[in-house]
């Protein structure tokens, strides 16, 4: 792999980490959220577009290098084959017909649990409003109605913080920008938080001011309750919570270069991160017909008592 011949280069801003993609040739970046001035202070993580006869991809070694090879991104992923290859910390290599499906579905997911553990901090999937100077989580299985929450919400005076990656320290969130998947015609749509329609944005920390586990319901009745801590560690734990949710558990373990105490280092320091999280936190059960005005009341209620407390 020869760096200089490279010739186009865009950057993605993962909050705690830059990605730096290169590539021969252009790409369609529509699953990428792409920044135009990126802060350099951050730490950078080089993202090589290769050909796939590139020798860089011979002798596969970790996990995700073989199992690519099979056409199997991560977890439920699965495409045309491609190729990976995991040099060192600072620098991915991959080649596929659509770059952009390998840096969405893998490369952002891997790096950002990687440098979120550096910086002791949690990753989670969720989704996350900016509500009068707090940050309001919403979390849930997929297809829970998470998206469906935060869009009216945002409709209603609330800020998009994140759609699917938020980054958790002590009693403070941030959500990482990403393009929003949505159904159009039956097809699958990207659009970048700026084109969202009715969505104003949202950058930076916020202390957290409530956190909802979603499941979604349309039959009119409302139900909004504090679930056990221990409850909502076992949701989280399977359904949020980086590791496990997006299925990399393989992907720390290289790594950890198969180092079974260093591996179980990092994993308990997560949960333990995970636990306190759920206990310094009123986990609401939010299940409720968002579109119902009885439903959003009753949202809308438990977020005003949460701003006051």
């Known amino acids: 792999m020869e760096t200089g011949e490279f010739d186009h280069i865009v950057w993605c801003d993962l909050e705690i980490v830059l990605l730096k993609i290169h590539s021969v040739s252009p790409w369609d970046k529509k699953m990428v959220s792409i920044c135009e001035a990126p802060d350099l202070s951050k730490p950078t993580v ?4 290769c050909h796939e006869s590139d020798a860089i991809f011979d002798n596969p070694r970790t996990y995700r290098e073989n199992v690519m090879r099979q056409g199997s991104y991560r977890g439920h992923n699965f495409g045309s084959p491609a190729r990976l290859k995991c040099i060192d910390d600072r620098n991915i290599a991959l080649s596929h017909p659509d770059p952009g499906k390998i840096i969405w579905s893998y490369v952002v997911k891997y790096v950002l649990t990687v440098f979120a553990i550096q910086a002791n901090m949690l990753h989670v999937k969720g989704a996350a409003v900016a509500y009068k100077g707090k940050a309001f989580l919403f979390l849930g299985r997929g297809g829970s109605g998470k998206t469906e929450v935060v869009r009216v919400l945002c409709k209603s005076g609330a800020e998009l913080m994140a759609n699917t990656h938020l980054l958790i320290d002590g009693g403070s ?3 990482i920008k990403s393009n929003m998947r949505v159904r159009e015609g039956g097809n699958d749509v990207y659009v970048p938080v700026q084109q969202q329609q009715n969505f104003n944005a949202h950058d930076g920390w916020l202390p957290i001011g409530g956190v909802f586990w979603v499941n979604y319901r349309t039959d009119g009745r409302a ?3 504090i679930m056990p801590s221990s409850h909502a560690k076992a949701n989280l734990q399977y359904f949020s919570e980086a590791i496990k949710n997006w299925e990399i558990k393989e992907d720390i373990a290289d790594y950890s270069h198969a180092d079974p105490f260093v591996f179980a280092e990092l994993v308990n320091q997560v949960d333990k991160m995970l636990k306190d999280f759920c206990e ?7 299940n409720v017909d968002i579109f119902s005005d009885d439903g959003m009341e009753e949202l809308m209620s438990v977020m005003e008592v949460s701003l006051e407390c």
């Not at 310094?280 to 939010?286: A, C, H």
């Open 280 to 286: 310094s936190n009123d986990v609401y059960y939010l």
């Open 223 to 225: 139900v909004v309750e």
């Open 173 to 175: 969130v941030c959500g």
């Open 46 to 49: 080089n993202i090589y577009i």
